[in-house]
């Protein structure tokens, strides 16, 4: 059950974090949301594996950080820089409201993380984080800037040349700690991303 509860509620989270980001740069999020599930939930089982089974805490943000710039400048198609200042913007943004939260509601962050608390900051923190988006869709506030104008010259070329090397890295570090599972929702996530860069249409701004 504990497995369960990690898996979807950290799933919210993210799905959280990605609708923030989308809202700040005035994208349509239910246009992806499909997609967005399927990273995700993948994104919360390497989470999982690497806090329980590696027990490195501290890669887990890291490579949530990377999963999220990966999807969207190859599934949403948003240029890689801007898809990296949308993912850290709003991945810090979500954590600085969750502290606040923290500190309003229980009072520390130890207080917090004790288990009959855990959960409970968790869908707080979502369900914040989901009516922070919606309130910058709803006002539209966001980056107005031309997203292309900082595309980089074969730039989905350096995309899959990053992909391949962060997989290759983070396989050699779980074989060497024979995490095969782990090393398989890793392949299976940026085979989607590598797919996706080559058959996703072009973003859509949010113009409604």
Known sequence: ??????????????????????????????????????????????????????????????????????????????????SLIGTVLSYFGYAIMQGLLIMAI????????????????????????????????RFKIGIALELERLRLKYEYVILMVLMAIVLLLLAILFYMAQLWLLILFFSLTFGIFLYYAYHSEEFEVDED
Not at 19 to 37: E, H, P
Request: zero cysteines; proline letters at 3%.
């Open 1 to 82: 059950m504990d497995v369960v509860l990690f898996l979807l509620l950290s799933t919210l989270e993210t799905l959280a974090i990605y609708a923030l980001t989308m809202s700040l740069l005035k994208l349509k999020a239910s246009r992806y949301a499909g997609q967005a599930v399927v990273v995700m939930l993948l994104s919360s089982l390497q989470s999982y594996l690497l806090r329980n089974s590696l027990e490195l805490d501290y890669l887990a943000p890291m490579t949530t950080v990377v999963i999220f710039v990966f999807f969207y400048a190859a599934v949403v198609k948003i240029p890689v820089i801007w």
């Open 106 to 137: 229980f009072g520390s962050i130890e207080a917090a993380q004790l288990p009959e608390n855990a959960y409970l900051t968790q869908i707080l923190s979502a369900a914040a984080g989901f009516l922070l988006a919606w309130l910058l869709h």
